[in-house]
């Protein structure tokens, strides 16, 4: 998918009116287990007002001016820059092809409009064109409520079957204007708002598909231990515990898992004079003061070809491993890349 095509999908949108579209307001909610192929799917009846807002939402979410001056990019574990819609392919993780495939089931009747805990958004699905394209909508307040059990009155434009007073001035307790990301159909691919990342991630329950994908990989650089001492010790550091979770390192581990990566990865540590140049680049890096406290504790062995794990320093070791630190070429400025 490029820009153009997501230019003309909205050209064709405002163009014409929200009576022409098919527009259906959904949530997406789990009950007690948070399974992603559990992932429950209920439609409510609303009017055109309702659906009005819902497709300015999208209006504001692909303006044209977002449109001219935001970069299309693939959807990065780490990166999350500004001005920049990401596109990632439903087959990229198996939760979003679990999640995708429990959304398209039939309603779920088990939707307690006083029960609203376990919403994790808000689903615009509209059909144009014989396409069909769900919109995402955060509502994360619902999820930040200690109460299970809510009255009727303190959320009063929510009930079981109907949604009603949803425009700018009257939202659903909890709803966000924004749209976090738009799933197409007929591509079967995401575009996620820079903003809305960790929504999207939260959706389909990607962090624990990324800590299942960092475990492997960190298990597989036990093979480098002659390279990379202490290397072992890592994966029970980091998953041998019931208190080790670290969701940052979990994604730069899941991002250096990824196929092209890893085989380059794989590449230079298995070339010994090769890595012993490496080894040697990020000595000079160290140095930089900018991030001389940062890599200190690092230690690199260029002579001998090996770079010792910490616990205490897995940060910088990672951070070298998954090719975060990177120079600028005009001002040759270090900086931590994604």
């Known amino acids: 998918m490029n820009i153009d095509y997501i230019k003309k999908w909205m050209q064709g949108i405002r163009r014409i009116t929200v009576k022409k579209l098919n527009v259906e307001v959904l949530f997406a909610y789990y009950l007690e287990e948070k399974d992603v192929s559990k992932l429950l799917v209920h439609h409510f009846d609303v009017d055109k007002k309702i659906e009005e807002s819902m497709v300015g939402r999208l209006k504001k979410a692909f303006s044209d001016k977002k449109l001219k001056e935001y970069d299309l990019k693939e959807f990065n574990l780490i990166e999350n820059n500004d001005k920049t819609f990401y596109e990632c392919s439903k087959k990229r993780f198996s939760n979003l092809e679990k999640g995708i495939k429990s959304l398209e089931k039939d309603s779920s009747k088990e939707f307690l409009a006083n029960d609203l805990s376990n919403t994790v958004s808000a689903i615009v699905k509209i059909t144009y064109d014989n396409t069909t394209n769900l919109l995402f909508i955060g509502i994360n307040n619902f999820n930040a409520l200690k109460s299970k059990r809510l009255s009727s009155g303190f959320i009063g434009n929510v009930s079981n079957h109907s949604l009603s007073k949803i425009d700018d001035d009257n939202l659903i307790f909890g709803m966000g204007k924004r749209i976090d990301c738009v799933y197409f159909s007929d591509e079967e691919v995401f575009i996620v708002n820079p903003e809305g990342k960790s929504n999207f991630e939260k959706i389909f329950l990607l962090d624990e598909e990324y800590r299942r994908k960092a475990e492997k990989f960190a298990n ?94 897995i940060y910088p070791f990672l951070a070298v491993l998954a090719d975060r630190p990177k120079e600028s070429i005009l001002l040759r400025e270090k900086e931590l890349g994604s």
Not at 237 to 265: H, I, Q, R, T
Not at 282 to 296: A, G, L, R, S, V
């Open 220 to 313: 597989e650089l036990k093979n480098y231990s002659d390279t990379l001492v202490n290397v072992e010790n890592l994966s029970n550091d980091l998953y041998g515990g019931v208190n080790s979770k670290k969701p940052f390192v979990d994604k730069m581990l899941a991002k250096m898992s990824e196929a092209d990566k890893k085989k380059k990865l794989n590449q230079i540590l298995n070339d010994k004079e090769e890595f012993k140049k490496r080894l040697s680049d990020i000595k000079q890096f160290k140095k930089d003061p900018k991030f001389k406290e940062k890599f200190n504790g690092l230690k690199v062995d260029e002579n001998n070809g090996t770079m010792t794990y910490e616990e205490e320093n």
